[in-house]
T-cell receptor
Framework: DQQVKQNSPSLSVQEGRISILNCDYTNSMFDYFLWYKKYPAEGPTFLISISSIKDKNEDGRFTVFLNKSAKHLSLHIVPSQPGDSAVYFCAARQGAQKLVFGQGTRLTINP | DTGVSQDPRHKITKRGQNVTFRCDPISEHNRLYWYRQTLGQGPEFLTYFQNEAQLEKSRLLSDRFSAERPKGSFSTLEIQRTEQGDSAMYLC??????????????FGPGTRLTVT
Protein backbone atom coordinates (compact mmCIF):
# COMPACT_ATOMS: atom_id res chain seq x y z
CA ASP A 1 0.00 0.00 0.00
CA GLN A 2 2.09 2.88 -1.34
CA GLN A 3 0.46 6.02 0.04
CA VAL A 4 3.07 8.37 -1.44
CA LYS A 5 4.28 7.76 -4.98
CA GLN A 6 6.96 9.29 -7.11
CA ASN A 7 6.35 7.78 -10.51
CA SER A 8 9.48 9.05 -12.22
CA PRO A 9 12.56 7.15 -11.05
CA SER A 10 14.84 9.59 -12.85
CA LEU A 11 14.89 13.02 -14.46
CA SER A 12 17.57 14.74 -16.51
CA VAL A 13 17.60 18.54 -16.88
CA GLN A 14 19.98 21.00 -18.45
CA GLU A 15 21.79 23.42 -16.16
CA GLY A 16 19.92 26.72 -15.87
CA ARG A 17 16.56 25.23 -16.81
CA ILE A 18 13.65 24.38 -14.52
CA SER A 19 13.49 20.99 -12.78
CA ILE A 20 10.02 19.74 -11.87
CA LEU A 21 9.69 16.74 -9.58
CA ASN A 22 6.27 15.23 -9.00
CA CYS A 23 4.62 13.33 -6.19
CA ASP A 24 1.14 11.82 -5.76
CA TYR A 25 -0.52 10.68 -2.55
CA THR A 26 -3.64 8.81 -1.60
CA ASN A 27 -4.29 9.68 2.06
CA SER A 28 -6.29 12.88 2.46
CA MET A 29 -5.42 12.96 6.17
CA PHE A 30 -1.79 13.96 5.54
CA ASP A 31 -1.33 17.43 7.04
CA TYR A 32 2.21 18.38 6.02
CA PHE A 33 4.32 17.53 3.00
CA LEU A 34 8.09 17.74 2.84
CA TRP A 35 10.83 17.38 0.24
CA TYR A 36 14.20 15.92 1.08
CA LYS A 37 17.38 15.70 -0.98
CA LYS A 38 19.81 12.82 -0.61
CA TYR A 39 23.39 12.46 -1.77
CA PRO A 40 25.04 9.01 -1.85
CA ALA A 41 26.27 7.77 1.54
CA GLU A 42 24.49 10.60 3.37
CA GLY A 43 21.16 10.90 5.15
CA PRO A 44 18.27 12.85 3.61
CA THR A 45 18.57 16.63 3.94
CA PHE A 46 15.42 18.67 4.52
CA LEU A 47 14.66 21.10 1.68
CA ILE A 48 11.20 22.62 1.96
CA SER A 49 7.77 21.88 3.40
CA ILE A 50 4.15 22.88 2.87
CA SER A 51 1.06 22.69 5.01
CA SER A 52 -2.02 21.00 3.58
CA ILE A 53 -3.92 24.27 3.96
CA LYS A 54 -1.60 26.09 1.57
CA ASP A 55 -1.08 25.66 -2.14
CA LYS A 56 2.40 27.13 -2.54
CA ASN A 57 5.56 27.67 -0.56
CA GLU A 58 8.72 29.25 -1.87
CA ASP A 59 12.28 29.28 -0.55
CA GLY A 60 14.92 30.72 -2.83
CA ARG A 61 15.25 28.56 -5.92
CA PHE A 62 12.82 25.97 -4.53
CA THR A 63 9.02 26.18 -4.77
CA VAL A 64 6.56 23.50 -3.74
CA PHE A 65 3.03 23.45 -5.15
CA LEU A 66 0.17 21.46 -3.61
CA ASN A 67 -3.02 20.51 -5.45
CA LYS A 68 -5.24 18.91 -2.82
CA SER A 69 -8.08 18.06 -5.17
CA ALA A 70 -5.68 16.07 -7.35
CA LYS A 71 -3.66 14.81 -4.35
CA HIS A 72 -0.55 15.96 -6.14
CA LEU A 73 2.47 18.03 -5.22
CA SER A 74 5.47 19.17 -7.16
CA LEU A 75 8.86 20.68 -6.44
CA HIS A 76 10.22 23.28 -8.84
CA ILE A 77 13.90 24.16 -8.88
CA VAL A 78 14.81 27.27 -10.85
CA PRO A 79 17.45 27.66 -12.12
CA SER A 80 18.84 24.15 -11.85
CA GLN A 81 22.50 23.87 -10.84
CA PRO A 82 24.94 20.94 -11.02
CA GLY A 83 24.93 20.68 -7.21
CA ASP A 84 21.21 19.89 -7.38
CA SER A 85 22.03 16.45 -8.79
CA ALA A 86 20.78 14.04 -6.10
CA VAL A 87 17.86 11.79 -5.21
CA TYR A 88 14.77 13.73 -4.14
CA PHE A 89 12.18 12.25 -1.78
CA CYS A 90 8.67 13.48 -1.22
CA ALA A 91 7.30 12.77 2.28
CA ALA A 92 3.99 13.28 4.05
CA ARG A 93 3.20 13.40 7.74
CA GLN A 94 0.77 10.77 8.98
CA GLY A 95 -0.64 10.75 12.48
CA ALA A 96 1.34 12.37 15.25
CA GLN A 97 4.80 12.24 13.79
CA LYS A 98 5.45 9.50 11.24
CA LEU A 99 6.67 10.51 7.80
CA VAL A 100 5.65 8.39 4.80
CA PHE A 101 8.13 8.64 1.93
CA GLY A 102 7.91 8.13 -1.81
CA GLN A 103 10.41 5.96 -3.66
CA GLY A 104 12.53 8.91 -4.77
CA THR A 105 13.46 10.53 -8.09
CA ARG A 106 17.09 10.76 -9.20
CA LEU A 107 17.71 14.22 -10.65
CA THR A 108 20.70 14.75 -12.91
CA ILE A 109 21.65 18.27 -13.97
CA ASN A 110 23.64 18.30 -17.20
CA PRO A 111 26.11 21.13 -17.92
CA ASP B 1 24.89 23.25 16.20
CA THR B 2 25.93 19.69 15.43
CA GLY B 3 23.53 17.58 13.44
CA VAL B 4 22.26 14.08 14.08
CA SER B 5 25.09 11.59 14.38
CA GLN B 6 25.00 7.82 14.03
CA ASP B 7 27.51 5.15 14.91
CA PRO B 8 28.78 3.02 13.31
CA ARG B 9 28.44 4.22 9.73
CA HIS B 10 28.90 0.71 8.37
CA LYS B 11 28.42 -2.70 9.94
CA ILE B 12 29.03 -6.10 8.38
CA THR B 13 27.81 -9.04 10.39
CA LYS B 14 27.13 -12.72 9.93
CA ARG B 15 23.61 -14.08 9.95
CA GLY B 16 22.47 -14.90 13.44
CA GLN B 17 24.63 -12.32 15.20
CA ASN B 18 23.25 -9.41 17.22
CA VAL B 19 24.03 -5.80 16.28
CA THR B 20 23.43 -2.49 18.03
CA PHE B 21 23.38 0.98 16.48
CA ARG B 22 23.55 4.32 18.26
CA CYS B 23 21.95 7.65 17.37
CA ASP B 24 22.69 11.02 18.95
CA PRO B 25 20.00 13.57 18.01
CA ILE B 26 20.37 17.33 17.72
CA SER B 27 20.90 18.35 21.34
CA GLU B 28 17.68 20.23 22.07
CA HIS B 29 15.43 17.89 20.05
CA ASN B 30 13.12 15.81 22.23
CA ARG B 31 11.68 13.64 19.45
CA LEU B 32 13.68 10.84 17.86
CA TYR B 33 12.78 8.49 15.01
CA TRP B 34 14.22 5.39 13.41
CA TYR B 35 13.68 4.57 9.73
CA ARG B 36 14.97 1.82 7.45
CA GLN B 37 15.81 2.31 3.79
CA THR B 38 16.40 -0.43 1.27
CA LEU B 39 17.78 -0.04 -2.24
CA GLY B 40 15.48 1.87 -4.58
CA GLN B 41 12.97 2.73 -1.85
CA GLY B 42 12.32 5.68 0.37
CA PRO B 43 12.86 5.49 4.13
CA GLU B 44 10.25 3.45 6.03
CA PHE B 45 9.22 4.36 9.56
CA LEU B 46 10.22 1.95 12.33
CA THR B 47 9.65 3.69 15.65
CA TYR B 48 9.37 7.05 17.41
CA PHE B 49 10.33 8.39 20.85
CA GLN B 50 9.17 11.50 22.62
CA ASN B 51 11.74 12.10 25.33
CA GLU B 52 12.34 8.61 26.77
CA ALA B 53 8.90 7.21 25.90
CA GLN B 54 8.52 4.99 22.84
CA LEU B 55 5.17 6.15 21.49
CA GLU B 56 4.79 4.34 18.19
CA LYS B 57 6.18 1.20 16.57
CA SER B 58 5.70 0.02 13.01
CA ARG B 59 4.64 -3.52 12.24
CA LEU B 60 8.00 -3.68 10.41
CA LEU B 61 9.63 -3.78 13.85
CA SER B 62 9.59 -7.51 14.52
CA ASP B 63 10.30 -9.07 17.90
CA ARG B 64 13.97 -9.26 16.96
CA PHE B 65 14.17 -5.46 16.95
CA SER B 66 14.29 -3.34 20.07
CA ALA B 67 14.90 0.37 20.51
CA GLU B 68 15.62 2.36 23.63
CA ARG B 69 16.14 5.94 24.62
CA PRO B 70 16.85 5.59 28.33
CA LYS B 71 17.53 9.20 29.31
CA GLY B 72 15.72 10.97 26.53
CA SER B 73 18.96 11.81 24.75
CA PHE B 74 20.74 9.21 22.60
CA SER B 75 18.96 6.10 21.34
CA THR B 76 20.02 2.56 20.48
CA LEU B 77 18.51 0.14 18.00
CA GLU B 78 19.32 -3.52 18.51
CA ILE B 79 18.67 -6.32 16.05
CA GLN B 80 18.93 -9.83 17.44
CA ARG B 81 19.61 -12.94 15.36
CA THR B 82 20.16 -10.92 12.19
CA GLU B 83 18.83 -12.20 8.88
CA GLN B 84 19.93 -11.32 5.35
CA GLY B 85 16.68 -9.41 4.88
CA ASP B 86 17.81 -7.01 7.60
CA SER B 87 20.48 -5.62 5.26
CA ALA B 88 19.55 -1.97 4.79
CA MET B 89 20.43 1.59 5.71
CA TYR B 90 19.15 2.45 9.20
CA LEU B 91 18.41 6.14 9.54
CA CYS B 92 17.82 8.17 12.66
CA UNK B 93 16.07 11.54 12.68
CA UNK B 94 15.14 14.09 15.32
CA UNK B 95 12.77 17.01 15.72
CA UNK B 96 11.74 19.57 18.31
CA UNK B 97 8.20 19.29 19.63
CA UNK B 98 7.86 22.92 20.64
CA UNK B 99 9.00 24.71 17.54
CA UNK B 100 7.07 26.55 14.86
CA UNK B 101 7.71 23.60 12.52
CA UNK B 102 7.64 20.44 14.68
CA UNK B 103 6.90 18.26 11.65
CA UNK B 104 10.37 18.85 10.16
CA UNK B 105 12.64 15.92 10.87
CA UNK B 106 16.42 16.13 10.52
CA PHE B 107 18.27 12.99 9.54
CA GLY B 108 21.63 11.55 10.41
CA PRO B 109 24.00 9.94 7.87
CA GLY B 110 22.69 6.44 8.56
CA THR B 111 24.22 3.09 9.47
CA ARG B 112 24.56 0.69 6.56
CA LEU B 113 24.07 -2.89 7.72
CA THR B 114 25.19 -5.83 5.61
CA VAL B 115 24.26 -9.31 6.81
CA THR B 116 26.28 -12.07 5.15
Amino acid sequence: DQQVKQNSPSLSVQEGRISILNCDYTNSMFDYFLWYKKYPAEGPTFLISISSIKDKNEDGRFTVFLNKSAKHLSLHIVPSQPGDSAVYFCAARQGAQKLVFGQGTRLTINP
Amino acid sequence: DTGVSQDPRHKITKRGQNVTFRCDPISEHNRLYWYRQTLGQGPEFLTYFQNEAQLEKSRLLSDRFSAERPKGSFSTLEIQRTEQGDSAMYLCASSLEFSNRPYEQYFGPGTRLTVT
